[in-house]
């Protein structure tokens, strides 16, 4: 679709700019429940089409306003559910939970799904340029660009991406 092809163009030009040193970070306030929110209702309506139970908890306690830069921490959030959603199989379940750590002042947004799953020795891979089976690209839609452009995103902010994983859970 014409939504799909966009993404593609994007995810091309942001690996360009990440292989380039050239990604930037347009930092500014923003309402960070607001946002979360309208992405994670955008998302439940995917869900919806696999049958997948999908729910979401927001911890109260997130600040009304943050500074960062709220575009790209919306694309690496749905760089991560959207994979969420693509592997997890007809109605399984994505659960996700959103909470504020006051100490090292960072958003911490958990999305756990019971999807396929990935084996121990290729966990250290699934950041890396590359598709970890080609068997699992080809029944999936997506280039393989995404978690990559999300945990360079994240070593850009000073965050952290990082999963746990058992096969087939």
Known sequence: TGNDLNKLVISILD???IQDHTLE???SSFKPLEDIVKLLNMYKAKAQLKNQLYSYLIDS???EILSGSPSRVLQVIE???DNAIKFTHTNGEININ????KFTKKLIVQIQDNGVG???QDQECIYKLQQLDATASR???GAGLGLNIAYNIMKLMKG???LKSIPNK
């Open 98 to 101: 959103v909470v504020y750590d």
């Open 61 to 63: 306690s997130i600040p």
């Open 79 to 81: 760089i991560v559910l």
């Open 139 to 141: 029944s999936h839609e």
């Open 25 to 27: 970070l347009i930092e």
């Open 118 to 120: 990935i084996a121990k």
């Open 160 to 162: 952290n991406i990082s």
């Open 15 to 17: 690996m360009q700019k």
